[in-house]
């Protein structure tokens, strides 16, 4: 059985696809450092050319909202209806918003 405290730490990979615009989760990799998750994650998330870019975040740096808040994390939004671009009509030749 291994040591857990001898194990490689976590990273998170992210991939930006060669037509996309931002990064997706794409899976994780051990590694013993942050050029070694560079390199496992094309490793493994990018051998057939899929991506352009790779992030890498170590998975302890990750804070998460807790799913029994989501109410009262998420409920102040509703009310400002501001922020939602639904009274503006978009020409047809602007791309990506």
Known sequence: ????????????????AKNGLSH???GSVHAADDRM?????????TRRME????WVVPSAAIVASDPAEAGPLFEPAE?????H????VVPDNVKHI
């Open 1 to 16: 059985m291994s040591d857990p405290k001898k194990e490689w730490p976590l990273w998170e990979v992210f991939v930006r």
């Open 24 to 26: 997706k989760h794409v």
């Open 37 to 45: 998750a560079i390199e496992a994650a094309r490793d493994t998330y």
């Open 51 to 54: 991506g352009v870019s790779l």
């Open 79 to 83: 009310d400002k209806v501001y922020r």
């Open 85 to 88: 671009p639904t009274f503006y």
